[in-house]
Structure formats: C-alpha cells, structure tokens
C-alpha cells in the first residue's frame, strides 16, 4: 500500500482552489526580497517579534509591531490602504500567523512570510543590526549560492 495514496489525491479543481487560496494568505522570502528591491508601492513588512529579537536584526525596511500588540497599535503604525505582509522567526514560530491574524480582523490585507527571518538570513538576504547591515552566504541547502532567486 502506497503511504502517498493511502489518502486518496484532491480532484484537481480542488486542489487548485486550496493552492490558489493559499497564495493569497502566504509570500516567500524570496518574493518579498524582491518587491522591497523594487520599491514596490502599497507593501508594509511587519517584524512580529519581540523587541529583542528585532535588535539582534530585522528585514531592512520593515516596521517592528510584535504580534501581541497589533490590536492596539497598529492603526498608529500602518496605513490602511497597504499589503501587510508579516514576519516572525521562522516555521517552528506562529508569531506571524498571530500578527496576520490581528491585520485582518483590524480589515487590513495581509500575507503571512512564509520561512520567517531564519529563511531571510539562510537565503542570504541582508539584515539590519544595531552594527549596520549584515549579509550571511545563503545557505545551499535553502537558496542556490550563485543566484539570488530560486527561479521557482
């Protein structure tokens, strides 16, 4: 018995609808990196961490709201006719599906960043420290090394 089929596979307009609809909720790190390189309009990236973990580095560019105070402070901080698109540590963290999920009953639009920061740093994006910015070698097992996108 096939432990892949033991579950029967989606029909395929079902599975188009989950994995259109899960675009709509998620970006990756790669996509985000992109669009701040571009300067694109209307896009807000919002560190969901604690104010520690936003000093040790952030995404260049983002806004610091840890996810527990979205509810209250995020009208201060974000626009309203902007994508949010939310970040925390990393898969192993939930923080940025909290934050996304504040935006959202606040009516904002938001993605969540899937991979988190971990995924930023391994990719071998820049980041943003007390020191200035710091760029790490991505790392080969989650980004290719001589490019700097997957080409997915």
């Known amino acids: ?3 892949v089929l033991s579950t029967a596979p989606a029909e395929p307009a079902d599975a188009a609808a989950h994995f259109a609809a899960r675009l709509a909720f998620e970006t990756d ?27 040790q580095g952030h995404l260049p560019g983002a806004v610091h709201l840890p996810s527990g105070e979205v509810a209250a402070r995020a009208s201060a901080v974000v626009p309203r006719d902007v994508t949010v698109v939310t970040y925390c540590w990393g898969p192993g963290c939930n923080g940025a599906t909290r934050a996304a999920l504040a935006f959202a009953r606040l009516g904002y639009r ?3 960043m899937t991979g988190g920061y971990e995924y930023w740093v391994r990719e071998g994006f820049a980041v943003q ?17 001589a ?5 997915c």
Not at 35 to 40: F, I, K, P, S
Not at 47 to 53: F, I, K, P, V
Not at 147 to 151: K, L, V
Request: aromatic share 2%; glycine share 8%.
């Open 1 to 3: 018995m096939s432990s």
């Open 29 to 55: 790190v790669s996509d985000v990196h992109a669009d701040l390189e571009a300067g694109v309009p209307g896009l807000v990236v919002v560190d969901s961490r604690s104010a520690e973990s936003w000093a």
């Open 110 to 112: 938001v993605k969540e």
């Open 129 to 145: 420290t007390p020191a200035g910015r710091v760029v790490q070698p991505a790392d080969p097992l989650t980004a290719p090394v």
């Open 147 to 151: 490019s700097i996108t997957c080409g």
